[in-house]
């Protein structure tokens, strides 16, 4: 069965900080998005990724955050300058079914 | 986007049938019906979507009645490695790029 990777599965960094997370979608799948759950909240919806752009956004994805495909292979989420509040477990999703393991994000 | 209702827990044991059901009054005509499962600290997992009546994969079945206000998710036989969250979700039929609205799901504990 095709599988969705993300790197790192382990983040910390300090409020403020810039960080990447990546993820390797199924090579010939279409959408592409990014999804956020905090500890014990449910999964939250951030951003799809169509034709190498934002096809929609939620309230949550504000300028702090961005994504690219730059490789054709790679689809990254940036977090410009992290806060405590983003601390949370992030999954890329390749199509809706696909869901990759998640990296977790502790921001100190 | 139709909102569901789930129980937020359910327990049962091991070798028993499992039903699950969502309600979700205000589904649209073109809504699918789709149930995602998910175990701690890990990416949900589709399981099994329907339109109507009644589906089945090598994992779960989904009866849906005609009036698709309500899906049942039936988890045959259960096992420990079956305890997780469940959730159901209406909206899209997949791969359309459309994005999943998660409620709180239902938490599924089976006992030995």
């Known amino acids: 069965e095709p599988e969705v990777t993300q790197t790192p599965s382990h983040q910390v960094t300090q409020m403020g900080q810039e960080v990447i997370l990546r993820c390797v979608p199924i090579?010939?799948?279409?959408?592409f998005y990014w999804y956020r759950q905090i500890l014990g909240q449910k999964v939250e919806f951030l951003v799809s990724f169509y034709n190498n752009e934002i096809s929609e956004k939620s309230e949550i994805f504000d300028d702090q955050f961005s994504v690219e495909r730059p490789d054709g292979s790679n689809f990254t989420l940036k977090i410009r300058s992290t806060k405590l509040e983003d601390s949370a477990m992030y999954f890329c999703a390749s199509s809706d079914q696909f869901f990759g393991p998640g990296t977790r994000l502790t921001v100190l | 986007l139709a909102k569901t209702t789930q129980p937020i827990s359910m327990d049962s044991y091991e070798g028993q049938e499992v039903n699950i059901t969502c309600s979700h009054n205000n589904i649209a005509t073109n809504d699918y019906i789709t149930w995602y499962q998910q175990f701690p600290s890990q990416g949900p997992r589709f399981i099994i979507q329907?339109?109507?009546t009644k589906v089945t994969n090598e994992v779960a079945s989904l009866f849906i009645p005609a009036d698709r206000k309500s899906s049942t998710l039936s988890l045959p036989r259960v096992s420990l490695s079956d305890t997780a969250v469940y959730y159901c979700?209406?909206?899209?039929?997949?791969?359309?790029?459309?994005?999943?609205?998660f409620g709180q799901g239902t938490e599924l504990s089976v006992k030995p």
């Open positions: 090579s010939n799948h279409l959408y």
């Open positions: 979700l209406v909206g899209e039929r997949m791969n359309q790029g459309g994005k999943l609205i």
């Open positions: 329907g339109y109507k």
